[in-house]
Structure formats: C-alpha cells, structure tokens
T-cell receptor, first 117, second 111 residues
Framework: GAVVSQHPSRVICKSGTSVKIECRSL??????MFWYRQFPKQSLMLMAT?????????EQGVEKDKFLINHASLTLSTLTVTSAHPEDSSFYIC?????????????FGQGTRLTVV | DAKTTQPPSMDCAEGRAANLPCNHS???????VYWYRQIHSQGPQYIIH???NNETNEMASLIITEDRKSSTLILPHATLRDTAVYYC????????????FGSGTRLLVRP
C-alpha cells in the first residue's frame, strides 16, 4: 500500500486563531490531494482538491479564504483554518492520489481532530 | 458520478460472512465501484474496487451484477476488528478522481 500521514492528529486552539494541518505522502508522489471534513455521526464531506503547483479547487459552499490550501511539493499539502470558530471544530481528513500499474487509488491520512474553544 | 444506496446498518456474527449490498442503478459504463471502510476516528481504508468482473483480494470479495446496477462486498470471515462504516462509491475516470462519500453502512460484528 501507500502511506499518507497527517499532522497533528489532534489540536485545540482558541477562537480567532489559525491552525495549519499538514498532509504528507510518505512513499509516493501525489500531484493531487483532497481535503475532507467530517462532523460527528456524519459522512465525509469533500472540501477541496489540492493540485501541486496550482490553486486548489473548492467544492460549492466551502469558503476558500477561510480554508487556505497550499500544495507546494509533490509530497505535501497543507490546510490552514483561518480565524477558527467553534463551528469549525471537526475531523479533517486528507487523501492523496497515487498512480500505479494497477490504476489510480486514493490513500487517506489518519485524520486531524480540531477543537476550537 | 452515480449515486449509491446502502442500508444504514447491518450486523453479523464473528466468524461468519458479512455481505454488504450497494445499489447504483444509474452507473454508467466507464464508472468503477469502490469500497472503503472507516473504523471509528480513523481515516478511510481502501478495500477493493471493480468495473464489471468480480474481484477478490486479501481483504474481501466484490460481486457486481451483470447489469452493474448493484454490487455486494463480502467479508468471508468477519472479525470484531471489521466493525466499521463501509462506503460504496461509484467513481468515474475523469481527471479529478474525486471520491464522494455517501452515508455508508455501519457494520457491527457481534462476538
């Protein structure tokens, strides 16, 4: 398989501050990564598609100025939640697309639980 | 991408086969069926995918009906560690390769 690592796994921040979450593909290069958000007892909601070297593509209803995405290298994408508020508390999950001989697969990080107090 | 319909919950006894159904009646010819699962508070884990032929790997088997309008994920000998939410996703092969998650099936494996 392939390994995708997120950091931090848990973070607590004060309302109004910004938080950065990292997503790394450890053993493969990923030109495309995806960011999801998941509220308790709900499914994953796709927030945006992160493309290496270009601007992210956001899903409808996701504020691009609030959720800043940077994909500066083939192994790292970051999601920054700016001016966080309690309603931004959620489980954030990234995935990275790996192309191989068997096709294209998406591998997921372990998730980051954000709590805004 | 086509929409999928799954039962909200199922249960099975440990050691028995777990058969998880998925309806995808609007699937088009170039769309694949993917299965992922999510154990509590973790990221989703890839299980298996297929186009029209049945597939098997070390984790599970995927049975796709001839008309491709439904499929079944089979865990041949379920263990307590297989308790998770299982997602059936239909994905086209466009350039974005996005995975759109539905509500999934919550599988409870009973001791």
């Amino acid at each position: 398989g392939a390994v995708v690592s997120q950091h931090p796994s848990r973070v607590i921040c004060k309302s109004g501050t910004s938080v950065k979450i990292e997503c790394r593909s450890l053993d493969f290069q990923a030109t495309t990564m995806f960011w999801y958000r998941q509220f308790p007892k709900q499914s994953l909601m796709l927030m945006a598609t992160s493309n290496e070297g270009s601007k992210a593509t956001y899903e409808q209803g996701v504020e691009k100025d609030k959720f800043l995405i940077n994909h500066a290298s083939l192994t790292l994408s970051t999601l920054t939640v700016t001016s966080a508020h309690p309603e931004d508390s959620s489980f954030y999950i990234c995935s990275a697309r790996k192309q191989g001989a068997g096709g294209t697969e998406a591998f997921f990080g372990q998730g980051t639980r954000l709590t805004v107090v | 991408d086509a929409k999928t319909t799954q039962p909200p919950s199922m249960d099975c006894a440990e050691g028995r086969a777990a058969n998880l159904p998925c309806n995808h009646s609007t699937i088009s010819g170039n769309e694949y069926v993917y299965w992922y699962r999510q154990i509590h508070s973790q990221g989703p884990q890839y299980i298996i995918h297929g186009l029209k032929n049945n597939e098997t790997n070390e984790m599970a088997s995927l049975i796709i009906t001839e008309d491709r309008k439904s499929s079944t994920l089979i865990l041949p000998h379920a263990t307590l560690r297989d308790t998770a939410v299982y997602y059936c996703i239909v994905r086209g092969m466009d350039s974005s390769y996005k995975l759109i998650f539905g509500s999934g099936t919550r599988l409870l494996v009973r001791p």
